[in-house]
T-cell receptor, first 113, second 117 residues
Framework: NAGVTQTPKFRVLKTGQSMTLLCAQD?????MYWYRQDPGMGLRLIHY???????AKGEVPDGYNVSRLKKQNFLLGLESAAPSQTSVYFC????????????FGPGTRLTVT | SQQGEEDPQALSIQEGENATMNCSYK?????LQWYRQNSGRGLVHLIL?????REKHSGRLRVTLDTSKKSSSLLITASRAADTASYFC?????????????????FGKGTHLIIQP
């Protein structure tokens, strides 16, 4: 099993450009999450999904949109990138809520100039 | 805002020594998890401890939880160079989104552990 994969691994955007980050998991997990990690910081939750067709806001949702059209995929979109969105983005999935571990992807390093 | 705070922010020890890092949190929890992150990689789950547990072991890892003090500690015994990484505690948090509530995790800033050979 590949676990959680993320595409792309690196990306450089100019301010105002848009892009979509793709997350895929092959563990049949219901829950999926998008986090961002800034230098010296822990992870902050952007959006999450509790199942196919559902999405919800996390701690820092502004400037991002998400979609979960298929159970195994969770897309994170930036409609108009800003330098403040320069970060490392991690996708994660879990079997359920509560006492379940989250499985993380390798991350996408995004730079917005 | 971040729930958990790890202490110390950085720790450097000799290989073979024990490493202890602490986590404090602010509000009541159902469970607490510890994760490891190697440089430039995603997080890897280490151990989960429930609020009704006081101590848990997994290999060279020992986690304690004191809910009265809202704190947890992670002990790594007989450290190895491969243990060099950042360690994060994560506590459950309830996010109220469309369709109802869902438990998520909130992470601290981490302890960066360096094992000197």
């Amino acid at each position: 099993n590949a676990g959680v994969t993320q595409t792309p691994k690196f990306r450089v955007l100019k301010t105002g450009q848009s892009m979509t980050l793709l997350c895929a998991q092959d563990m049949n997990h219901e829950y999926m999450y998008w986090y961002r990690q800034d230098p010296g910081m822990g992870l902050r939750l952007i959006h999450y999904s509790v199942g196919e067709g559902t999405t919800a806001k996390g701690e820092v949702p502004d400037g991002y949109n998400v979609s979960r059209l298929k159970k195994q995929n969770f897309l994170l979109g930036l409609e108009s990138a800003a330098p403040s969105q320069t970060s490392v983005y991690f996708c994660a999935s879990s079997y359920g809520a509560g006492p379940y571990e989250q499985y993380f992807g390798p991350g996408t390093r995004l730079t917005v100039t | 805002s971040q729930q958990g705070e790890e202490d110390p922010q950085a720790l450097s020890i000799q290989e073979g020594e024990n490493a202890t890092m602490n986590c404090s949190y602010k509000t009541s929890i159902n469970n607490l998890q510890w994760y490891r992150q190697n440089s430039g990689r995603g997080l890897v789950h280490l151990i989960l401890i429930r609020s009704n547990e006081r101590e848990k072991h997994s290999g060279r890892l020992r986690v304690t939880l004191d809910t009265s003090k809202k704190s947890s500690s992670l002990l790594i015994t007989a450290s190895r160079a491969a243990d060099t990484a950042s360690y994060f505690c994560a506590t459950d948090v309830l996010y109220m989104g469309s369709g109802g509530g869902a438990d998520g995790l909130t992470f601290g800033k981490g302890t960066h552990l360096i094992i000197q050979p």
